[in-house]
């Protein structure tokens, strides 16, 4: 697909230390590229109707609720398109692909969350109905601190690997491979994350 070859490689502020990071906006317009970066991240927005949704090789116009959790490299962005809408609502969750390792994800409670970052290689759109329901969820997530902030993401995740009719969005997954064998880009990447916080 052309418009993949447009892609951005992002580098979130989500450093080592960080479980997760919780980005919540209000905004009159999208104007973030097409881009990817290997953390997970988990992406709702309300008020969007007409905003058109790029995913993997998957793009469509959105409702007013959204809600997508995109997996690790996978190429993405939401473009302003036909929305002309004001005060849309953004929050973005994005956290390390080993923030629950493989050990802990192999125990068999823990199996739907396995199988849905599994799933997150192509996206996935949660139903109109477990998105009104986690809503306030989503909303409230920033305000919390400390463990509490930590459990509320792992049962949302749990709430949401449990829930019916999601949808896969992509039919391809994409492979990091580039950025991986790269090592002057590792090189960068790892020099900003032990150096974001200097001048």
Not at 35 to 53: A, D, M, T, Y
Request: aromatic share 10%; charged share 30%.
């Amino acid at each position: 697909m052309e418009i993949l070859k447009q892609a951005h490689r992002e580098i979130t502020p989500l450093s080592n230390q960080d479980c997760f990071l919780v980005f919540d906006r209000t905004k009159d317009y999208f104007d973030f590229p097409l881009h990817f970066h290997p953390e997970i991240e988990l992406n709702f927005i309300s008020n969007g109707k007409g905003v058109r949704r790029v995913v993997g090789d998957s793009l469509e116009e959105i409702e007013n609720l959204e809600l997508v959790l995109v997996g690790s490299g996978l190429y993405h962005c939401w473009e302003q398109h036909n929305c002309t809408n004001k005060n849309i609502r953004e929050v973005t969750i994005q956290f390390q692909v080993d923030l629950f390792d493989k050990t802990f994800l192999s125990r068999s409670i823990m199996k739907p969350l396995k199988d849905l970052f599994d799933r997150s290689a192509h996206g996935v759109l949660f139903s109109k109905k477990v998105t009104k329901n986690m809503m306030p969820r989503i909303l409230k997530i920033s305000k919390l601190d400390g463990l509490d902030y930590f459990s509320e993401l792992l049962s949302i995740l749990y709430d949401l690997a449990n829930s019916r009719n999601q949808r896969l969005l992509s039919t391809t997954t994409i492979q990091l491979e580039d950025f991986e064998n790269s090592k002057k880009i590792k090189l960068l990447y790892d020099y900003v994350q032990d150096n974001y916080a200097k001048k």
